[in-house]
């Protein structure tokens, strides 16, 4: 029979009180090696928390403009010395199709928003297995962008002054662009360094390459970052500095989730699996007989 003293009570009481933790830190451990299936209401909530982190610590970085001025013109002054100063030369060439340039505000001030929003969006319908991993990476590489914003202040060409540039928001009056205008009150203008235009267009674009199926799709990967990347140096919001250290953090972002999980994101498979219940376990009582 088995002994239900109350040491045998107390001993049972303490190994179930257990068992949750031990749960938990089991379902920790399994999740870095497959993700599982993302939940709606829980990604709703991580993007909408971590774009208002995002925009918060974004715009409330001090607008040292004298700093951001001398930086922009170490900057210039860099790409001179490296022979890549073609911006200007973009800059006049593109704003002088008012069509053009005009497509190419409107495309600088929304774009970037829809594509991210629409390959999440896609990632968590179609490739659940692999959407934790990849959202870690996209996470990471915004995150990393905030240090730069913070600790280094950059006028955008547009703004640089003795620059020469042209400022085609300002200029065609382009409508829903917070880069120029009055909307220019509530954004840092000086948080330029690094780009996540190309930050989140390269994340989409290797994102979109590795996973779709038809080629003319894989190939649109490839080309949207390279067309995003003549957008902001058209419209002048960003040095080629700024896009090389926007791909840098994508780049850190996607190594980030390789060591988290041990694997690359888009190496999981494509559906997570559903998760397996574990049965619940008797405690044993101290002497029971078997």
Known sequence: MADYSPMGKATGARTSNRRPVGNLLWSVRGHFHSPGRPRLWIELLLIAVSYWIYSMVRNAVPEMEARAQRNAHDIWSLEQMLHIDV?????????????????????????????TIAVLVWLFRAHSGRYAAARLSLFVTTGFALFGYYFYPLAPPRLMTDGGFVDTVEKHHTWGSM?????????????????????????????????AKRTWVRALGVIY??????????????????????????????????????RWPYSFPKAAPAPVPQPESEPQPVGATR
Do not use: K
Request: glycine share 8%; hydrophobic share 50%.
């Open 87 to 115: 911006e200007r030369s973009i800059n006049h060439g593109l704003d002088s199709v008012t069509w053009l340039i005009t497509g190419l505000d409107y495309d600088y001030a929304t774009l970037h928003f829809i594509v």
């Open 179 to 211: 880069a120029s205008g009055d909307m220019a009150h509530v954004s840092n203008q000086f948080a330029a360094m690094p780009s996540m235009h190309i930050g989140w267009s390269l994340w989409c674009g290797v994102t979109i390459f590795f996973l």
């Open 225 to 262: 970052p390279l067309t995003t990347l003549i957008v902001i140096v058209g419209t002048a919001n960003h040095f080629f500095m700024d896009a090389i250290a926007g791909a840098c953090c994508t780049f850190i972002g996607l190594g980030t989730s390789r060591l988290v999980y041990r």
